[in-house]
């Protein structure tokens, strides 16, 4: 589904839908399946419409280039499961108590069994045996090799029989799988205008951020380069005691020869040669 896609309404051309229009559409196509796969995943109802959820605002704020991917669902579906198996989730108060399993007991088994498996086998075996996907699809959307996403599946189906001995049959998984996820009759927990709109509250946050950061950093700069030194100065030593300088004393009274001395200085002339040049004797 792209931007270019187009509809055919009861008065007979098709017309273009509109970004909002097609987001739309696609909401209302994937996101109640997509919330039963996230709960099967992770076995809480509430972190499966959060993680679809979030999907949803990610297509919407990269709308472009979702529009353009030739499986918009799947672009959608890989960031959910990536959403609700975040590993930040343990850290959240209220993630770290188990939610009310399945009334029926036969699915609380078979959700015990499903989140006794690795994140991994537990993905693989979802998109292979829940959603349909063949094993190439899945390996690319696990990020793992062909034979990467066969062994996962093997084993992860092997650990669900063993818990689980009347699933070894892989077509008795898969409809096991699509009953338990119908069961809790899941939903989308908001409307598409709300998601949309929370999206773009988002988008316009982080870009106000992002433009304050790169004016405190350009202001930050500006003033470095203003104040800082643009030559260098020694460090001026610390200040230290001096010792055996003596002390001032002030004069005294003249003794009678210094008096003499001092009026004899008086008396003689202030000009002359024996000012100048020194009187041999």
């Known amino acids: 589904m792209t931007q270019s896609s187009a509809r055919t309404d009861e008065a007979g051309p098709a017309t273009a839908l509109t970004p909002a229009q097609a987001f739309d559409a696609l909401y209302a196509f994937c996101a109640p399946a997509l919330v039963r796969q996230a709960y099967l995943l992770t076995g809480r109802r509430e972190l499966a419409q959060e993680a679809v959820e979030r999907a949803f605002q990610l297509a919407w704020q990269n709308w472009p280039q979702v529009a353009r991917d030739r499986d918009p669902a799947g672009w959608v579906r890989a960031v959910a499961h990536e959403c609700a198996l975040s590993p930040w989730h343990r850290l959240r108060p209220r993630h770290r108590h188990p939610e009310p399993p399945p009334a029926d007991a036969a699915d609380r088994a078979l959700l015990e069994a499903l989140l006794k498996l690795p994140s991994t086998y537990r993905r693989t075996l979802l998109l292979y045996d829940g959603v349909g996907l063949d094993l190439p699809e899945t390996a690319a959307e696990t990020e793992a090799s062909t034979p990467a996403a066969a062994n996962r599946l093997t084993r992860a189906r092997r650990l669900v029989a063993d818990r689980v001995p009347e699933l070894a049959d892989p077509a008795a998984l898969n409809r096991r799988l699509a009953e338990l996820a119908s069961t809790e009759r899941l ?27 790169t004016a405190t950093i350009i202001a930050a700069t500006t003033l470095t380069l203003r104040t800082a030194p643009t030559h260098y100065e020694a460090p001026i030593g610390p200040a230290q005691a001096i010792s055996g300088v003596p002390a001032e004393v002030g004069l005294g009274p003249l003794s009678a020869g210094e008096r003499a001395l001092q009026a004899k200085l008086r008396k003689s002339a202030e000009n002359g040669p024996e000012r100048l040049v020194p009187v041999a004797r």
């Open 187 to 213: 939903r989308a927990a908001q409307p598409p205008p709300t998601v949309r709109t929370y999206a773009e509250r988002q988008t316009r946050f982080w870009t106000r951020s992002a433009l304050a950061f």
